[in-house]
């Protein structure tokens, strides 16, 4: 059973800078893809990023050039750089990972979950 830990979220200003982390454990040879989502408050669940096996990595459009996606050598833990931050962009952010499978944006594709951080951006 896969589990994944987020940290790293809080609060930061309009434009400033802010990194998630996503560590994975438990099985993490077969996971194929992880990736980030977000839910602002009643709003649905967005996609964000998403990194697969190979390093390919990515984006929702109103995150390229702004979010970087990456891991550590080991690919058990993905890094979420997020720059140019703005208030649009506070929710809850939660870290995926998907089983065996080819790179995906959508949610039902993912098959473990982290419990989330919150990531503010005041104005």
């Known amino acids: 059973q896969v589990q994944l830990v987020e940290s790293g979220g809080g609060l930061v200003q309009a434009g400033g800078s802010l990194r998630v982390s996503c560590a994975a454990s438990?099985?993490?040879?077969?996971?194929?893809?992880m990736g980030w989502f977000r839910q602002a408050p009643d709003k649905e669940l967005e996609f964000v990023a998403a990194i697969g096996r190979s390093g390919a990595t990515t984006y929702a459009d109103s995150m390229k050039g702004r979010f970087t996606l990456s891991r550590d050598n080991r690919k058990t833990t993905v890094y979420l750089q997020m720059n140019s931050l703005k208030p649009e962009d506070t929710a809850v952010y939660y870290c995926a990972a998907r089983r065996w499978g080819t790179m995906s944006g959508f949610a039902k594709d993912f098959n473990y979950w982290g419990q989330g951080t919150q990531v503010t951006v005041s104005s």
């Open positions: 438990g099985g993490t040879f077969d996971i194929a893809v």
